[in-house]
Every structure is written in C-alpha cells, then in structure tokens.
C-alpha cells in the first residue's frame, strides 16, 4: 500500500530543507526512517533535513515548527531552517510578515522582508574556551587551539578558528572533533573560522546528523560571530560568506539579543510516494 506526502523544498542561504505541513498530522509517530529516506540524494528527494510545520502549542504562537536532521533524527533547533519556516508561514497565510512561533519549547521571533528573513535567536550558553579535554588532539599547522571554543546556540557548536578557510580540513578534522568524547553525548557541530576584517568572517561547517559539510548553518554562523566578538572584539554586524551565500548577525540595541538573517527562496513542490 502506498500514499502520498505533499512537500516544499526551500534554500535557506545554501540550506536545503524538505517542508511538509504536518498541521493534520500526515506524519505521527517514529518516523526517523522515513525521513532519512527522503532526505537521501541519490535515492530520495535530498535534503540537509527536514521541517515540520504543525499547530501551536501557545497561544502567542503562529505554529511549531520541528527540524529533523538528514539522518531522521529530531534535533533541538536549526537557524536557517527556522527562517524557511517563518518564510513558508508567511508567504502561505500562516502569519503575518511579523511572528512568534516556538521551536522546542522556546519561542521565536521572527521578520520576513521580501526574500530575506531576519530570525531573533536564544542567548547564546555554555559558553567554554578551549575545552581541555581537547588539548591532546593534534591540529594541522594554521589553526589556532588557544583560541577555540565552544558554545551552544541552540544546538551545540564547537568553533576552531584558522589562518585560511579554503585549505581546513573540514571533512576530516570536523568528523573526529564533531564525535570527540568532550563534547558527548549529543556530539558537536564544527565550525571552521577565518577573519578577513573586524566585521567579515568566511566560515565552512561540518554538521552533526548530516555528517558532511553543510553550504551553511545557521546557528553556527551565529556561534561563530558571538566567539569572534568575545575573542577578537568584533563589533556587529558581522558578515559572514558561507559556501552557500552571506549571513549576517547582529545584536538588538534594545534587548542585546542576536539576529540571523540572510535569504530564502522556494525552489520547488512535489509530492514523495510512500510504500508501507
């Protein structure tokens, strides 16, 4: 017996992200395979993961949104896949080009202005300079161990930063730092900085449950900006070029808290036939 999924697929900044409107609940249960199926390149639709959109559980929220990494597993949060999803609600009627929606059990605001949408993030925490249990790995020449770091944004990051971007070794370092025992359980995304001015940051990202370098992350360009403030003084706004594209984080004036904003665009619908 088979039946239907109806999908959007949507880049956010290079993050490529299958939608689905799970508000009458068209997906319910364990579905880790399912969604691992369909984010596969060659054999499903392909994705870096997946959104849910389903109702609100507060009343001061337009819906929840829920993020499902390439491996099926739900994660905490994903920045730009939060932007996709305020983009989607608003562009579909959901909610006005100003909202609150909850991730996780946290609310979320959000602004979407024409094909850019601005995110207001959660504090940044946990914050650890150079965990030492680190100290005994073996860096390549050109990245700097005293000025790692790790942080948690609403998933946890681990950031190195290094003379020249293009040349990390973001596959092969990021693998063995992403499963390092300092950061276990969850394991860490790894985050690959380099300065290029006192606001412009290039950054190159390994991502947990993707398990490949990503175009972009959202929540580590912010991870990444917030250590570069605290280590190097930067002042926001900050740029950074990702494989996939320009973000940009800033700090409110008002709040202090941090903005992701960078763009979204639909690239295209469809449905994914589903064999049970």
């Not at 929220?61 to 390439?70: E, G, V």
């Not at 080009?97 to 949408?117: I, K, N, T």
């Not at 998933?155 to 930063?161: A, E, K, R, W």
């Not at 917030?226 to 008002?254: D, K, N």
Request: a neutral charge; hydrophobic letters at 35%; one cysteine or more.
């Amino acid at each position: 017996m088979s039946s239907t999924i109806p999908f959007i697929k949507y880049s956010a900044t290079g993050n490529d992200f299958i939608l689905i409107d799970n508000r009458r609940r068209i997906l319910n249960g364990d579905e880790t395979t399912l969604l691992h199926e369909m984010c596969g390149r060659k054999t499903g639709i392909g994705a870096d993961g997946i959104l849910l959109i389903e109702n609100p559980r507060r009343a001061d929220c337009a819906f929840t949104m829920r993020y499902f990494n390439r491996d099926g597993r739900e994660s905490e949060m994903c920045g730009n896949g939060a932007r996709a999803s305020a983009f989607h609600a608003y562009t579909h009627g959901m909610a006005t080009a100003e909202m609150y929606f909850e991730v996780s059990g946290d609310r979320y605001h959000a602004r979407v202005e024409s094909d850019r949408v601005r995110l207001r993030m959660q504090s940044p925490h946990d914050l650890r300079l150079q965990p030492g249990a680190l100290k005994t790995l073996e860096y390549p020449e050109g990245l700097h161990l005293e000025e790692c770091g790790f942080v948690n944004t609403g998933v946890p990051h681990y950031i190195v930063f290094v003379n020249d971007v293009s040349k990390a070794p973001v596959t092969a370092l990021g693998r063995t730092l992403r499963h390092h025992p300092a950061f276990a359980p969850a394991g860490a995304n790894v985050n690959f900085v380099e300065m290029v001015s006192p606001s412009h940051l290039k950054l190159r990202t390994y991502e947990r449950g993707v398990e490949e370098e990503t175009l972009a992350c959202g929540t580590g360009a912010v991870a990444s900006a917030w250590l570069a403030h605290l280590r190097h003084h930067m002042s926001f706004p900050i740029t950074l070029t990702t494989p996939g594209g320009e973000l940009c984080v800033e700090q409110e004036l008002a709040t202090g808290r941090l903005t992701l904003a960078g763009n979204v665009r639909k690239t295209f619908t469809g449905e994914y036939l589903r064999c049970d």
